[in-house]
Structures are given as structure tokens and as C-alpha cells.
């Protein structure tokens, strides 16, 4: 079954301590992406990757770190977790040409206390 | 900055209502549009999608969109919505030549039974 597995579902931390949360994809897409969600914000981008090695900031990437050194990987990390980044992540992937859109996963729910 | 608007936050309609849930975005390229649902808990599924060509696009579950160039939108219509329609709804857009892939706020609907 195609799909993008991200684990864990849900996570509480304190503030500080690093955290990764991993992201994999079985379809051998290029493009994989992290947003987070947040009420009234809708989905705002992380990090994407077009491809292995090759990553760009999206719109939010302060306190975040990616890497892509496998095609179907791409882990987010948080180096200092802080409050302000309790949100729920979504992990996506897609083809380079996107023309089917994006494979969700089931989302990571991150509270940092 | 390129931007995609969703003027509905909230919607509440009665099973068999008809419904149209708006999407304008802000790009003088061209653009790839997508509709995507999430409902409760869940992650987000793609409804519907256009690249090019007729510019009514029928996707899953009864749902069509228009896109309307003149008007940079990209609105979301159901004839007759239930009560699994509950969900909220996002819009998206991808801007030709870059890796840009926008979402919109989100609107929330809620289908009374």
C-alpha cells in the first residue's frame, strides 16, 4: 500500500530536549514536505526537499532542522524544543511533477512543556 | 507574497443543503490547484485537482470545483451535502516553476443530520 508513515503519532517532551520525528515514504517520490497545523493558521511549510540532498526552508523553519539522505526518508528535528512549536506535523510526499497531489501522513501531535 | 484565501472559516448547513466553500489565490503565473479534505483526526486526502484543460473538475464523493482565471479562484461546490461531510476543507495551490505548494486556512463545515 502506498502511504507516508510518520512516527511517532503523539509525543510530550520538556522544553530543550531534542527531539526527531521520522517521516518515510514507499512510493519513490522526489518531493517531501513538513507542515504544521495550528487552528485559524491552516498548514504552514516547514521544510521541503526536491530531492536527496537538496532541501529549502518553507515559510516557518526557525527551530527546525530536516535532512534527506535517502529518497524515502525525511526526518524533522527539533534541536531545542519549545513551546511555541506544540503543534501537530504532517509529513508529505508527491511525484516532481505533483500531478497527483500530495500523500498525507497521520500526523504527529507534539506538545512541549 | 503569493497567498491563497478562504473567506469561510466556519460553515453550518443542513444535510441535503447545497454547498460552495470559496478559494482566491494571489499569483499571476500559472498555477496548479487542489482541494483537499481532513476530516476529524484524520490526515488530509485529496478531492480534487486541475492542472489544465476543462476548467470544471470533478473529484471524489459528489465534489466539483471551477476555476475561474479572471477571477484567481478556485471554489468548491457539492449539490447536496450528508452528514460524513463534516470536515474541514483546505485549498491549495502549487506556483509553476518553483517548489512552492500553498495551502489556505481551512474551512471548517459542519453538516447537520
Known amino acids: 500500500e502506498a502511504q507516508v508513515t510518520q512516527n511517532p503519532r503523539y509525543l510530550i517532551t520538556v522544553t530543550g530536549k531534542k527531539l526527531t520525528v521520522t517521516c518515510s515514504q514507499n512510493?519513490?517520490?522526489?518531493?517531501m514536505s513538513w507542515y504544521r497545523q495550528d487552528p485559524g493558521l491552516g498548514l504552514r511549510q516547514i521544510y521541503y526537499?526536491?530531492?536527496?540532498?537538496?532541501?529549502d526552508k518553507g515559510d516557518v523553519p526557525e527551530g527546525y532542522k530536516v535532512s534527506r539522505k535517502e529518497k524515502r526518508n525525511f526526518p524533522l528535528i527539533l534541536e531545542s524544543p519549545s513551546p511555541n512549536q506544540t503543534s501537530l506535523y504532517f509529513c508529505?510526499?508527491?511525484?516532481?511533477?505533483?500531478?497527483?497531489?500530495?500523500?498525507f501522513g497521520s500526523g504527529t501531535r507534539l506538545t512541549v512543556v | 507574497a503569493q497567498s491563497v484565501s478562504q473567506h469561510n472559516h466556519h460553515v453550518i448547513l443542513s444535510e441535503a443543503a447545497s454547498l460552495e466553500l470559496g478559494c482566491n489565490y494571489s499569483?499571476?503565473?500559472?498555477?496548479?490547484l487542489f482541494w483537499y479534505v481532513q476530516y476529524p483526526g484524520q490526515h488530509l486526502q485529496l478531492l480534487l485537482k486541475?492542472?489544465?484543460?476543462?476548467?470544471l473538475v470533478k473529484g471524489i464523493k459528489g465534489f466539483e470545483a471551477e476555476f475561474i482565471k479572471s477571477k484567481f479562484s478556485f471554489n468548491l461546490r457539492k449539490p447536496s451535502v450528508q452528514w460524513s461531510d463534516t470536515a474541514e476543507y483546505f485549498c491549495?495551490?502549487?506556483?509553476?516553476?518553483?517548489?512552492?505548494?500553498?495551502f489556505g486556512t481551512g474551512t471548517r463545515l459542519k453538516v447537520l443530520a
Open positions: 491549495a495551490v502549487t506556483l509553476s516553476g518553483t517548489y512552492k505548494y500553498i
Open positions: 512510493m519513490n517520490h522526489e518531493y
Open positions: 508529505a510526499s508527491s511525484s516532481a511533477d505533483r500531478a497527483y497531489g500530495y500523500t
Open positions: 526537499s526536491m530531492n536527496v540532498e537538496v532541501t
Open positions: 499569483y499571476g503565473g500559472t498555477v496548479n
Open positions: 486541475y492542472f489544465s484543460g476543462d476548467p
